[in-house]
């Protein structure tokens, strides 16, 4: 039992190149959810899905697009990366929406 | 334990102490209240929840306490150990919304 698991665990892009973070749960949870965090700050949610085929905007969307592949995978792609969207990504996966949310081990992408 | 931006607020105590960590909350409809652990380069990792129907509950070697008339939350750490060095968050939640996390304290544990 992984349970959130994240890929890649490192990344360096060069401003306009485009990337997709991959995480994926083995727990059969129903929701999922994307944050970045950045020095000394919070987490911040940038996208959640509640269920498998709906996704919503959290509080920092813009630059970032989501899909929810199927039930255990959730995607967050940068089309065009840019230096303020260097940060350590995270996902979590909860049962439901209002439920404890069970995090990933992150990734560290570094946009110059 | 509330966040400065970049310098988060640091209680730094001696191996074998007590900790205890406090949040202020936001928002007074909030029912459900987790507390996670984030050690270097990891992602936060579940340590206790509290609805607010409950004051108190308690865990292996950690205590939350949930004072709903002043809106904060705080985290006991029984007989502190280094492991337990790391940034501590605190979450909120209210009806229909996402978890809303706190800025978090950083907890340094002396030999």
């Known amino acids: 039992n992984a349970g959130v698991t994240q890929t890649p665990k490192f990344q360096v892009l060069k401003t306009g190149q485009s990337m997709t973070l991959q995480c994926a749960q083995d727990?059969?949870?129903?929701?999922m959810y994307w944050y970045r965090q950045d020095p000394g700050m919070g987490l911040r949610l940038i996208y959640y899905?509640?269920?498998?085929?709906?996704?919503d905007k959290g509080e920092v969307p813009n630059g970032y697009n989501v899909s929810r592949l199927n039930k255990r995978e959730f995607s967050l792609r940068l089309e065009s990366a840019a230096p303020s969207q260097t940060s350590v990504y995270f996902c979590?996966?909860?049962?439901?929406?209002?439920?404890?949310?069970?995090f990933g081990p992150g990734t560290r992408l570094l946009v110059l | 334990g509330e966040s400065v931006g970049l310098h988060l607020p640091t209680l730094s105590v001696q191996e074998g102490d007590n900790s205890i960590i406090n949040c202020a909350y936001s928002n007074s409809a909030s029912d459900y209240f987790i507390w996670y652990k984030q050690e270097s380069g990891k992602g936060p990792q579940f340590i206790i929840d509290i609805r607010s129907n409950m004051d108190k509950r308690q865990g292996q070697r950690v205590t939350v306490l949930l004072n709903k008339t002043v809106k904060h939350l705080s985290l006991q750490i029984a007989a502190t150990q280094p492991g337990d060095s790391a940034v501590y968050f605190c979450?909120?939640?209210?009806?229909?919304?996402?978890?809303?996390f706190g800025g978090g304290t950083r907890l340094m544990v002396k030999p």
């Open positions: 899905s509640a269920s498998e085929g709906t996704t």
């Open positions: 979590a996966s909860s049962s439901l929406r209002r439920e404890t949310q069970y």
């Open positions: 727990m059969n949870h129903n929701s």
């Open positions: 979450a909120e939640n209210y009806a229909g919304n996402m978890l809303t």
